[in-house]
């Protein structure tokens, strides 16, 4: 290689390396409490949820959301939808609606 072939590979390293930190920055950005979408102790290690995509799904504005794409999901493609249902556990989903609706009454109640 001759100097000049080391320069050009040099500076396409380096524009590289700018990029993926940019990519990082833009995807990754910095970690602060105020910022956990909902979820309760995500930032202490080994608690759930981990990610902070799920602990935004897992907030009101989450269920909000998936609730939004299933309905989206069942008027657009009802047969696609109807084949996902089946493949979820029925018995779990439906603990987590009841216990939910019943603490939303308990929670209307105690006001």
Do not use: H, Y
């Not at 657009?76 to 084949?83: C, D, F, I, Q, S």
């Amino acid at each position: 290689m001759t100097d000049r072939d080391e320069a050009a590979r040099a500076e396409i390293l380096a524009r590289l390396a700018l990029s993926r930190a940019e990519l990082r920055r833009v995807l990754d950005p910095p970690r602060n409490p105020s910022d956990a979408g909902g979820g309760s102790g995500g930032d202490q290690p080994g608690a759930f949820p981990r990610s902070r995509t799920l602990r935004m799904l897992m907030s009101g504005r989450g269920i909000g959301t998936l609730g939004a794409v299933a309905a989206g999901l069942l008027v657009a493609r009802p047969t696609l939808a109807l084949r996902i249902l089946r493949m979820l556990p029925a018995t779990a989903i439906g603990k987590m609606l009841l216990t939910r609706a019943v603490s939303a009454l308990r929670g209307k109640q105690q006001q």
